[in-house]
């Protein structure tokens, strides 16, 4: 299983950057997990975008979703090229019915999840919770059998992420906070709360991610470690984890 960050920050992307996308792999199946702004093209720095066997969605923010229109012109192009007819799904929850909709184009075809079920996508076995966020919202709990990873998506801090995370192999988590601040109105969790999420969960490795435009974020991980003994690394364009 491969875990590789595809886009790191929140709210828009910095310079040649891009924001939440995440390349998960296992078995020769390529699932991306939301497809914010930046995302298409620095995927393809990785992989051929036809490489890509499924999208999943946490939510319909744009720095989650900004790039799904993109991927669907690359997907009808690509297959006028190729002279193929291919067809991307694109999971998303219906609780915002239009922006669901919308992930059905010409090569695309959108797939409800329930997120009271779990579901299975090529190799992986995905369970979800609902988060604490303005929208709704899902993080995922991403399972190829072997390896566990966890991805908060966007919350602020909420006590169910530790039986839900319960033993991962990896938990990615929304940082977008320095230690003190209060996050909860955005919805949004600081770099403390991740910590404490990881080390009563038990999980081998903290990934802080959906990084803010303020500060110094490498403060972020030197307040993580005061609170989890793992390994805590900032998310960046070329991180990967890999068992």
């Not at 497809?35 to 036809?50: H, I, N, T, Y």
């Not at 799904?68 to 007819?85: C, F, H, P, S």
């Not at 949004?188 to 435009?213: D, F, Q, R, Y």
């Not at 030197?222 to 070329?238: C, K, L």
Request: proline fraction near 4%; aromatic fraction near 12%; include cysteine.
């Amino acid at each position: 299983m491969k875990v590789t960050v595809n886009g790191f920050w929140g709210g828009y992307p910095a310079a040649y950057g891009a924001t939440s996308s995440y390349i998960v792999e296992s078995n020769g199946f390529t699932l991306l997990v939301d497809c914010g702004s930046g995302a298409l093209s620095r995927l393809q720095s990785k992989m051929d975008v036809m490489d890509v066997g499924a999208v999943i969605i946490s939510h319909y923010h744009f720095d989650h979703i900004a790039d799904i229109g993109v991927m669907q012109y690359a997907w009808k192009v690509q297959n006028i090229l190729r002279e193929t007819d291919r067809q991307l799904p694109i999971f998303g929850h219906q609780e915002d019915m239009e922006s669901f909709q919308a992930l059905t184009h010409e090569r695309t075809q959108g797939y409800a999840y329930d997120p009271a079920k779990p579901i299975q996508i090529g190799p992986f076995t995905i369970r979800f919770m609902k988060t604490a966020h303005p929208v709704p919202c899902y993080a995922m709990r991403i399972s190829n059998g072997y390896r566990d990873i966890v991805y908060t998506a966007d919350s602020s801090y909420k006590e169910e992420f530790i039986e839900f995370s319960k033993g991962a192999d990896l938990l990615i988590t929304d940082s977008n906070f320095y230690d003190g601040m209060d996050g909860s109105g955005p919805g949004h969790m600081t770099s403390t709360e991740c910590a404490h999420i990881a080390k009563e969960a038990g999980v081998k490795e903290l990934w802080l991610s959906h990084l803010p435009h303020f500060g110094t974020v490498t403060d972020l991980q030197e307040q993580a470690e005061q609170v989890f003994g793992g390994t805590v690394m900032i998310a960046d364009g070329g991180l990967t984890w890999e068992v």
